[in-house]
């Protein structure tokens, strides 16, 4: 069956359709996949983050500081300004684990400053000398009973550093530019 449409009726019914999708994120309808929320539990603080920090598709300063606030390094109470891309790889990480409803992953360590990296370097080899947490960006979760998943998603992104710490029951990520894995099998 073939319909003919007058130019006419083309430029009317198509402009109604461009002025809904104009209207229909002001109602959250068209636009609820540009909002994005991440939850997380301080271990070291015993603080949550559960709220939106993009919405419509716009970053939210308010609750960027929140996260910088919650991210602090623990031991001294440090902030830095945390890097939006990490955030986003978190938010991607929780979307993405086969866990009900947004996972809630718990933070052994977002930012570090200097002195609190310098201290760890002396009592761990393993702790990098120009770390990331140093500026924002990487973060070390964990998930109960989900560790090896959270580290395989982490690694299929083929994005930032990935570290697995199964011994201490963390997986590290980080924004890095090329793709790094490193830890326990």
């Known amino acids: 069956m073939i319909i003919k449409i007058s130019r006419r009726n083309f430029l009317i019914k198509g402009s109604a359709v461009v002025s809904t999708s104009l209207i229909l994120p002001r109602f959250g309808l068209a636009s609820a996949h540009l909002d994005k929320k991440v939850a997380?539990?301080?271990?070291?603080?015993g603080e949550w983050f559960k709220e939106t920090y993009v919405e419509n598709g716009v970053i939210i300063p308010e609750a960027m500081e929140r996260l910088k606030l919650f991210l602090r390094d623990h031991r001294n109470n440090q902030t830095h300004d945390i890097d939006p891309e990490l955030i986003n790889l978190i938010n991607r990480l929780q979307k993405d684990c086969r866990v009900p409803g947004l996972a809630t992953f718990d933070v052994i360590s977002g930012y570090r400053s200097p002195s609190t990296n310098n201290m760890l370097r002396r009592q761990n080899?393993?702790?990098?000398?120009n770390s990331y947490h140093m500026k924002g960006c990487a973060v070390d979760i964990?998930?109960?009973n989900h560790l090896k998943e959270l580290r395989n998603l982490a690694i299929s992104y083929k994005m930032g550093g990935v570290g697995y710490y199964p011994k201490s029951g963390f997986v590290h990520v980080d924004i890095r530019d090329k793709p790094a894995q490193w830890g326990a099998a």
């Open 40 to 45: 997380l539990h301080n271990i070291h603080t």
């Open 125 to 129: 080899a393993g702790v990098a000398r």
């Open 142 to 144: 964990k998930l109960p």
